[in-house]
């Protein structure tokens, strides 16, 4: 069973991460997003999951007005190939989550490991960093070491790095 936004609070509560949730309408996209994010400081994100060749899963969160070159990306996550976008049913099941709530948050039911975290160093720069707390009807703000902590504490250290971008 997938752990619960109920869940995710009290694993960070007892990490002793500090966060804070705005609620709000589900939200599937970015721009949809930005009314509510407007007046908020802090790092906003966009969070992709894919595979690679060899069916490498990776979630990749970055910038949310960063244009991820998605045809380069291989080589700066490790992955072999190219990347494609992963299905509804490889997210459910590895992150228990839905299309539209990706998070690096998600990894918390990924038990397995199998799924690579890869955060964009700019990204990682701003502070709070926000992300959808397993459900796209929220949105929660953690410090980026807060974050890092977080991942560490699932077992999944994770990539941060200079993505390649679009122009």
């Given at each position: 069973?997938?752990?619960?936004?109920?869940?995710?609070?009290?694993f960070l509560d007892r990490l002793g991460i500090a966060h804070r949730t705005i609620e709000h309408q589900p939200l599937a996209t970015v721009e949809a997003a930005m009314a509510i994010w407007g007046g908020l400081p802090g790092g906003f994100a966009k969070n992709l999951f894919v595979k690679d060749k060899k069916s490498r899963l990776f979630l990749?969160?970055?910038?949310?007005?960063?244009?991820?070159?998605?045809?380069?990306?291989?080589?700066?996550?490790?992955?072999?190939?190219r990347v494609s976008f992963c299905s509804a049913e490889q997210l459910m099941q590895h992150l228990g989550i839905l299309?539209?709530?990706?998070?690096?948050?998600?990894?918390?039911?990924?038990?397995?490991?199998a799924v690579t975290v890869v955060l964009e160093k700019a990204l990682m720069a701003?502070?709070?960093v926000h992300?959808?707390?397993l459900e796209n009807t929220a949105t929660t703000a953690v410090s980026s070491g807060g974050l890092l902590a977080f991942l560490r504490a699932t077992r999944h250290e994770p990539l941060v790095v200079d993505l390649p971008l679009l122009a």
């Open positions: 069973m997938a752990a619960t936004r109920a869940d995710l609070f009290a990749i969160s970055l910038r949310k007005d960063a244009a991820l070159d998605i045809k380069h990306v291989q080589a700066a996550i490790g992955a072999s190939g299309p539209g709530s990706v998070t690096p948050f998600g990894v918390i039911n990924d038990t397995e490991g701003l502070d709070p992300f959808h707390p």
